[in-house]
């Protein structure tokens, strides 16, 4: 009877243990009887296995992850937009006068600001101080951008050449449209092309100014120049400034003249300009601003 209950008692185990095999691979909860007590009702014991997961079963609960579609040329924009940083803002400390002023950096440094494209009355000239009133009403204290867009980053006299821009407000344009400032200093008298000429040359020929001023640059039929009248330089009528200055850098100039005249004050040539009477002739369409001098720099 013993040996009867003993080989039962076997083949109960074995068949839990098969059954705890299978469960195993299948990798789900089962719940064991055991009998040890010997009364036939049995407790019911949980046990938990954790098999490892098959391929399909992760294909199954996992969380798909969207592949990798951008170019190396759309991650390197990406990376570039993220570390950007935006405009950095000066103040306005000091107005010169009606196309320079002074400006502070946000780390307390200061630097003098001639204004791009445009140029404002002198002292004692009519406007000089209408200009630097409405220049100082726009910015004075301010915080402002200052914005690239001349041929150079600064001009002879260090000061850097940028627009100033009040929010949205372009402050050099403003005082064209006023009648306070002309459109000065760029491609058409050898300065160089700005970002945004065409928008100051067409609000200059669209208004009235203030004293009278203009700065119109005409279309002047050349006649043709007898070669003995040009000292031995040849006549060349050139399209821009740009095509001139590659030939004579500091412009071509009539003879006589000492100075570069901006807006009725002579000033000392940036670039000494070739002195003929003839050359200019020919190229006296050059002269923005009718001071004797084609394309001076």
Known sequence: MMRSLSLARWRQVGG?????VVLAFAGCTSTVTDDSSGD???SQVETRVTATPTAEHL???STPIAPETATPAASAATEAARIA???????????????TVEVESPNGSM????????????????GFSEAGEALSRLTLNQRITL?????????RYDRLLRYLDVGATDAGLELIKAGLAIARYDS????GRHTREDAYVAADAATEHRCGVTNSTPAIPIAPVP??????????????????????????ARVGVTGNTVSGQLRPFGVQPVFDDALYQANTARDGDKDGIACER
């Open 16 to 20: 839990a243990a098969g059954l705890f």
């Open 227 to 252: 070669p003995a009248a040009t000292g031995g330089l040849p006549i060349q009528v050139f399209r821009n400034c740009a095509e001139l200055n590659a030939v004579y850098p500091g412009g071509v």
């Open 59 to 61: 294909a199954a609960t």
């Open 147 to 155: 914005v690239p867009g001349a041929r150079d980053d600064r001009d």
């Open 111 to 126: 630097e003098t600001v001639r204004v791009v494209g445009i140029d404002t009355p002198e002292r004692g000239e009519c």
């Open 188 to 191: 058409r008298d050898g300065y």
């Open 85 to 99: 940083k935006p405009p950095e803002m000066w103040t306005v400390r000091r107005i010169i006068d009606g196309d």
């Open 40 to 42: 036939g009702q049995g």
